[in-house]
C-alpha cells in the first residue's frame, strides 16, 4: 500500500520491530497523556489563510545558526538508531543531507560522531548529556567539534529518565550487537541489564543530576560551537536560557517521554517566543508529522521544527528512502499549506494566519440563579 503521510509509517515500524524496540521508539512517560496532547494540541489551530496572492512561487529556505538549509523542518536526536535499521543514523544522516537540512546526532547514538561524519557532507548538531564524569563530556564535545559538527543541543530535561512503563515491563536494554558508539572506548559504550529499563539504570549511573545554569556557562569554555538549549518549557527558563549565553532555544517535552502532564509543546511555545523578545531562535519539536504543523509553529514564532519518531519509524520501514520519504512528504505538505494561506517566504507567515482558541474570549460560567 502506499504511503501518503507521515505517520503511516509507525504501524508498519511496530509490524517490522521486536515488540522491545518499537515500545521504546514510540512510547511515553507514564500516562502518555503529554503523548496524545502533542498531537491533539495543533487542532487547537486554525488558520486564517489569505486569498488572491500569487503562490506559483515558493521559498521555504532558511538560515539557521547561520547555516542555510532549504526548509524549516530538521531532524531531532533520536537514540540507537541501528535497532530500527543496520544503517541506522548514516542512513538518517545521508537522507538529511540530500534534503539539505540539519540532522542532530544524539549521544547515544549507535554510530560515533567520527562515523557520521564520514558519510559526507551535510550539516550537523550534536546532541548533549552531561556525564557525572566532566572528562567524558569534554572530550566528546572535542571529537564533535573535530568531526564538522556545527552546534551542541545540550539535553536539559533529564538528570533522571522520564518512567516509561513499557521500558520496565520489557526490560529494556540495547541488544548485545549494538553499542553507545560515542562511548565504546571509554567503558560507557553497553548497558546493564536489569530488573527495571535497562537506559533508566544507565542513566541514573552515568548522568549528572546536579547539572545547573552554571553548566550551560561552563560548556562555553570549552568550546566555541554554539549552544542550544534543548527542554524549554516556560518563559522564566527561556530568560535564563538568554542570560546564560544559550544561542537558541528548543521548546522540547523531549516528545513526551520525561515528565507527564507537561503541556504539548506547541501550547508552550507563544510564551517562550514572547520571553525570548527575539533575542536568540527558538524552536520547537513534538508532535509535528504534518505540514499544517509546521507552519502553525512558524506562525506561532518558531524558526523551525525538528521531528523525532518519524524518522526511527521510516528507518526501520525503508531505511534511507524512508527517512528521505518523511522529509520530502513534509517538504511538499508544508509548502502546500504555504501556498493555501498565500504565504510566499517563511518572513510572510504571520500570528495573523492563525487563530487559536486561547485567542478567543473565555466563555464564562453561567451565574448561579
Ligand atoms: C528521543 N529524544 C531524545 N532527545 C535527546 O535529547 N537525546 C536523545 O538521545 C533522544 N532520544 C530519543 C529516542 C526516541 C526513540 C525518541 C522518540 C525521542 C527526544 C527527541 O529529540 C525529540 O525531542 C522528540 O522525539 C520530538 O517528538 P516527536 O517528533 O517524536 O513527537
Redesign the pocket.
Known sequence: MEITNVSEYEAIAKQKLPKMVFD??ASGAEDQWTLAE?RNAFSRILFRPRILIDVSKIDMSTTVLGFKISMPIMI????MQKMAHPEGEYATARAASAAGTIMTL???ATSSVEEVASTGPGIRFF?L?VYKDRHVVAQLVRRAERAGFKAI?L?VDTPRLGRREADIKNRFTLPPFLTLKNFEGLDLGKMDESNDSGLASYVAGQIDRSLSWKDVKWLQTITKLPILV?GVLTAEDARLAVQAGAAGIIV?N??A?QLDYVPATILALEEVVKAAQGRVPVFL????RRGTDVFKALALGASGI?????V?FSLAAEGEAGVRKVLQMLREEFELTMALSGCRSLNEITRNHIVTDWDLPHPRPLPRL
Open positions: 521504546y521508539y502533542n531531532a536526536p533520536t537514540a544524539s549521544s547515544w546532541q548529556y543541543a539535553t534543548k522540547s523531549h516528545g517521554r519539536d513534538g508532535g509535528v525538528f521531528i523525532g519518531r518519524p526511527v
